[in-house]
């Protein structure tokens, strides 16, 4: 089993649309917790911390769940430039582990 | 952008052969982490560097090996290249706390794109 597991994709979804991601994490020691974005053949770039209590940043809203050992990750109103690979990525101590990613592509 | 620098930006390899990558890491940023992301997957932990010491690695063999300097840039090697190993590397650097090294805000550089025929 992967130490983190995410949705497969690709999520193609219309402009405005809302989109939801998943991810699992196996560790359950695990210390702190992140949405990461890629673009294409760029490197990943930190979206967003996320927080038991949950947390927004603007149009993105991240959600742990440390019982279920689940995370999420909620886009209202997708814009086009939205389009990129979703990255969860757990910290048990001492390391970044990286879920395969969700590729999402927003169309017009 | 981070400030975190890699080179070469792009490499091309045969099976065999030896290479060394470089990183930079943002000023003050006593961490660097390496990272290989094939293609289609998520960056995998290789090892991390601090203080110019070895501070944890991944499920990579010995032949995939590392250096830190004093001024906390660091180095990548990778011996007996093997088809597998085409990826692209990323380096990421963290700021120091008070208890040791710091691993949970971590800037990526651009990486190096490595292909091995």
């Known amino acids: 089993r992967k130490e983190v597991e995410q949705d497969p994709g690709p999520f193609n979804v219309p402009e405005g649309a809302t989109v939801a991601f998943n991810c699992t994490y196996s560790n359950s020691a695990s210390q702190s917790f992140f949405w990461y974005r890629q673009d294409c053949r760029k490197e990943p770039k930190l979206l967003m911390s996320?927080?038991?209590s949950g947390n927004e940043d603007g149009r993105f809203t991240a959600q742990l769940n440390r019982a279920s050992q689940y995370i999420s990750l909620l886009i209202r109103d997708s814009k086009l430039s939205d389009s990129a690979t979703y990255l969860c990525v757990v910290n048990p101590g001492g390391k970044l582990i990286f879920g395969q990613g969700t590729e999402l592509s927003v169309k017009p | 952008e981070t400030g975190v620098t890699q080179s070469p930006t792009h490499l091309i390899k045969t099976r065999g052969q030896q290479v060394t990558l470089r990183c930079s890491s943002q000023?003050?940023?006593?961490?660097v982490s390496w990272y290989q992301q094939a293609l289609g997957q998520g960056p995998q932990f290789i090892f991390q560097?601090?203080?110019?010491?070895?501070?944890g690695r991944g499920n990579f063999p010995p032949r995939f090996s590392g250096l830190q300097f004093p001024n906390y840039s660091s180095e990548l090697n990778v011996n007996a290249l093997e088809l597998d190993d085409s990826a692209l590397y990323l380096c990421a650097s963290s700021l120091p706390t008070s208890g040791g090294p710091s691993t949970d805000t971590q800037y990526f550089g651009p990486g190096t794109r490595l292909t091995v025929l």
């Open positions: 996320v927080y038991s």
């Open positions: 560097y601090y203080r110019e010491e070895e501070n």
């Open positions: 000023s003050g940023h006593n961490t």
